[in-house]
Every structure is written in C-alpha cells, then in structure tokens.
C-alpha cells in the first residue's frame, strides 16, 4: 500500500508539473494583459502601457515568468488578480469553500437517489415503470442547465414564492402530484395487477391527503414535525432498515432498530430544550451526531442477534435518521421568524446569502439552505439521469452473473440476493465516476455558479480568463488538476474496497 501511495504520489507531482508548464505556455499566447490599453483614448496611453508591462513583468520571456510563478507558488503566494488587486491566496478559501458547499449537496442527493431509483428500475426491467425512468432520465441528462436554472427561477422561485404569501387548495396540481406519486409508487413495488391497484390507490390517497393538509392548513408557513411525527420517522425508519438490511425475521435486529427510535424520541425532548437555552454551530451538532450514532450502536450491541453487526447497524442508521429528523424540525420551528424577516419571500434566486441578514445559527442556516434549493435542483436533475442509467446498467449486468443464480438456487431470500450479493458488486462502476464527477463539478459548475450568483471556482475561472488574469486562472487548473488525480486514486481505493480480489499494490 505505501509503495503504491508513494509511487502514484510521484507520479502526479510530475502530471502537475508538466500540465502547468504547458497551461501557462497557452495562457501566455491566449492572452493580452494589454488589450483594454491599446484602444484607449488617454494621452499617457503609453506611460500605462509602460507600467502595466513592469508590474506584470511582461518584458521577460515567458518561461521565465513561469519559473518566478512556481516559486512563489512553492513559498505558499499563489499570486495575485492585478485587475482588483486582490491576493489569490484571500480569493481562494471563499471560492473552494462556496463551490464545495454546492457541490456536495448536489451530489450526494443525486448519487442516493440515482442509485435507489437505478436498482427499482433494473429489477423492474422491460416494465412500464423502467419505459418510463428511462425516459425521463434520457430527458433530463439532455437538458442544458442554463435553460432548467431559468425554468427554476421563473416557476419554483417566484411562483412559490408568490403562492406563500397567500396559501391555497390547488387542486389540479394536487391531483396530479397524487397520481405521479401513487404511479410511481406501484411501478416501483411491482407485483401482479391487483396488487399495483391497491399500491396506487393507497399511495393516491395518502399523497393527495398530504398534499391538501399542507397546502390547506398553515403548515407551509409555520411547519413543524413535533413528537409525533419525529415518532412516526424513526418507526418507519426502524422498520424500513430492519426490513432492508436484516428481514423482519430478525427480531433482534428489529428491537435494537425500535429500541433506537424510542431513544430518539426522548431525545428529541430534551435536546429541544438544550437547543433553546444554549447557542450551537456545525461542531457541536456534529460531536451530538456521533454521540446519536454511537448510541445506536450500543443498543444494537445489546440486543444482539444472530448477526451482531447486522443489528449494530440497522441501530446507527436509525440514530443517523433520527438525528437528520431532529434537526430539519429545529428549522421548521425558526422558520416562522426567518419567513417574517424576508418579507415572505424565501427562496431567493441569487447569491449565497442574503445581504445584511443576521441571526443566530439556525436563521442563518435556513438563509444558506434556501440559497442551496434552486442551484441543487439544478444540478441534481442534471446528474441525477447519468447515475441511473450507470446504476441500471451495472444492476442488470450483475443480475445475469452465475453467482447470483447460485445464490437463489440455495433458496436464499431476494433481498439477501439483491442486498448483500448483488447491489455491492453494482456499485463498482460508479466508485470509478462518482470521485471524479465530484471533482469536475467542484471545477466545471461554471455556468450554474454564474446564473446563480454564486462566487465559486467556476466563476473565479471565468473572471481570471475575462481579466487575463493568469495567476487566478493557474490556481485553478493546478487544484482541479491535483483534485482529479485524487479522484483516481480514490477510485482505486473504492474497487479495492468493493471487490476482495483487486489489490491496489498490484
């Protein structure tokens, strides 16, 4: 492991080396520091011309530039964006830090979804429900982004918005978010005829009532789980993780999942309290998060089983969904305050916060999470389509393997077949693009950062190359460059993980 470490290591310093050289070659060519002076009008035209060229150092060879940029880059001074005489090194933390806050969202919401709906689809092949998520994966992976930020803007921004300063019953669109929601529910569950007639009807009814109690009450305004609901979660979380990963037959594994939901709503009372009399921030939520999950933990080490790792587990993501539960209903309950302080418009459409605003860690919280909404939408829809065609294709191609006919030979249950035989070898072909795909849309969200108004890489890129600003531009190509070489060595790491037989030392 270490000699593959040190030797892929050594490998990328040169990469980087030789993609810098060549990138500062073309950037020398491509552009002209010089071009807005050489159509001025000012008498000292050349005097400016003159003292551009000294600061700039445009009257060395640009090799020689070059050799000045990597040492300055060795002593840790990434350079400087001459135009607004801003040091690269005060530019960049606020750039990574923006594009990552998006990216990360974005992609993990994809990747989970892609994969849930990639593996129903593949186990529901040449069904109508696989016709119809082909379909619209094939759509939205075709969609310019530009176009859907604008759609974004124009119907889930300002129509929302304009829709909650006066809620209402809207029965069309009520009506058919139902029959969506109960179409998909009985393609997704599948079985014979009568059984989708009851899943779609059950689902039908279920989401419309949902829907007419949100949009028919005040709760889209002051929303809220309280003790209820959070007990309603971890009961469904319980079940569906027991349900998953153990079966029901394992009633171990399903104790320790209940038992763990019970916890949870316990907690949930006293951490209302401590959230109301003591101030938080992300560190002391996520010291709280691992105490949730090694509480779950425990309780699953307790109970025991057949398997004790299995209930071990089912513990811990009951306590993760508890947790994430939690929280999402401490902002329910701050954002009465943050609707009144935005005037009753919400979900803005630029920027990565709003300006002048204040408050304590939820309002502002709240204030990043409804700058994420429309720029994760977007990149969600967009990503979201190229993980479940990867995700079908693998799942289909692992299902027609020999093992997995063995393994229901045996007579063991489908979801043992699906779970622990089949879904971890479909993973392999997205351990080799998700690293990467992340790291490109850390570097590439360029038109989404634009539209949005967010001041990510992206837009630092596209500000240095207006600017002919080279040392912003050289920054960026040496961190996502550096970054997708990680990427790989990642993936290599994930294969090894994900199949037994492939050895990184090799």
């Known amino acids: 492991m270490i000699r593959f470490l040190a030797r892929r290591l050594l490998t990328a310093i040169g990469l980087l080396l030789v993609l810098s050289f060549m990138m500062y070659a073309l950037l020398s060519i491509a552009m002209d520091p010089l071009d807005d002076l050489r159509i001025s009008t000012a008498l000292n035209k050349q005097d400016l011309i003159n003292s551009r060229i000294r600061a700039l150092h445009l009257d060395w060879p640009w090799y020689r530039r070059y050799a000045s940029w990597v040492i300055h880059v060795l002593q840790g001074d990434f350079g400087m964006a001459w135009r607004t005489q801003q040091h690269v090194n005060d530019i960049l933390p606020g750039a990574v830090k923006t594009s990552v806050q998006l990216v990360f969202a974005a992609t993990v919401l994809a990747l989970l979804i892609g994969v849930t709906v990639g593996v129903i689809s593949a186990l529901r092949q040449y069904t109508t429900f696989d016709y119809a998520i082909t379909f619209v994966s094939f759509v939205l992976y075709s969609l310019p982004v530009f176009w859907v930020a604008v759609l974004l803007k124009q ?93 029901m037959h394992n009633r171990r594994a399903l104790y320790a999942a209940l038992t763990t939901a019970v916890v949870g709503v316990g907690s949930y009372l006293g951490l209302r309290w401590f959230f109301f009399l003591y101030s938080v921030n992300d560190g002391i939520l996520f010291v709280l998060l691992l105490i949730a999950i090694g509480v779950g933990l425990l309780i699953g080490f307790l109970w025991g089983g057949p398997d004790r790792g299995v209930s071990m587990r089912g513990g811990a993501l009951v306590a993760l969904v508890m947790s994430v539960a939690v929280w999402l209903d401490q902002l329910m309950w701050n954002y009465p305050d943050y609707f009144k302080a935005l005037g009753g418009r919400p979900i803005p459409t630029m920027g990565t916060s709003t300006p002048n605003f204040t408050g304590d860690y939820w309002l502002t919280s709240l204030d990043r999470i409804t700058h994420l909404v429309l720029p994760t939408i977007a990149l969600v829809m967009i990503s979201f389509a190229g993980y479940v065609r990867y995700e079908r294709g693998a799942m289909l191609e692992v299902l027609g393997q020999d093992y997995i006919r063995t393994a229901r030979s045996k007579g063991l249950p489908e979801r043992v077949v699906i779970v622990r035989h089949a879904l971890r070898n479909a993973l392999m072909p997205l351990a080799s693009i998700v690293p990467p795909d992340f790291i490109a849309m850390i570097g590439g969200a360029v038109l989404t950062e634009t539209i949005f108004g967010w001041r990510g890489m992206g837009r630092m890129f596209i500000e240095g190359l207006r600017g002919s600003e080279v040392d912003p531009v050289m920054i960026y190509v040496m961190i996502t460059g550096g970054l997708a070489m990680v990427a790989n060595l990642l993936a290599d790491l994930l294969y090894a993980l994900l199949d037994p037989r492939i050895r990184v030392n090799a």
Request: charged share 10%.
């Open 155 to 247: 119907f889930l921004a300002i129509g929302v918005n304009d829709y909650l300063v006066k809620p209402h019953i809207m029965w069309p669109l009520a009506i058919v978010l139902a029959l969506v929601s109960a179409l998909f529910w009985a393609g997704a569950l599948g079985g014979e005829t009568r059984r989708k007639l009851i899943t779609f009807a059950v689902a039908f009814v279920a989401s419309l009532a949902a829907l007419l109690v949100v949009m028919g009450t005040n709760w889209i305004n002051e929303p809220q789980f309280g003790p209820l609901g959070i007990a309603v979660i971890g009961i469904a979380a319980a079940l569906g993780v027991t349900a998953l990963f153990a079966g």
